[in-house]
């Protein structure tokens, strides 16, 4: 019995650890402009300030596959930008991703297709993708905006 009550900790930090490395998985900012000088990237949103370049696709991210993106924020607010409709191979498939931008920033982020959803629904290769990104102004989240729909072929 005394076993088991040391084990108890132990299990709850991994489950949050596990739970932070999820919801933050794909929001890891970074400065690094290896992507921004890439030349295959491919600008996939340009709009109200906000402009959205697909830097490529990773099959072998932490959680599941990554579509890479970088995004600029050239507008005079701070936004959260999510994707939504989002459909892997036609179909519906809940990503992760939200990420928050502030005026002037441009970081590095992914949408993150899970590998366990991905087995639920049988998909063992990934050919597109297609979502919209919905933005909304981090101040007052009323002032909301969304892109057209984009489908990126991997």
Known sequence: ???LKNIRPIR???LIAAIFMVLFAGSMLTTDNSLAA??????????????????GFNYDGF?????GLLIENNS??????????????GIAISPIFSCQIASGQ???DAIIISDWKLDEYGITTIDTIEFN??????DNWYDDFYSDNICLNI
């Open 1 to 3: 019995m005394n076993r």
């Open 76 to 89: 005079d607010h701070s936004y959260i930008i999510q994707a939504e409709n989002v459909q892997v191979n």
């Open 38 to 55: 890439a030349s295959e990237n491919i600008k996939i949103m340009d709009q109200n300030g906000i402009d959205v370049s697909f830097c």
């Open 63 to 67: 959680v599941g596959p990554e579509a």
């Open 133 to 138: 990104f919905v933005v909304f102004d981090s």
């Open 106 to 108: 441009k970081l590095t």
């Open 12 to 14: 709850v930090t991994l």
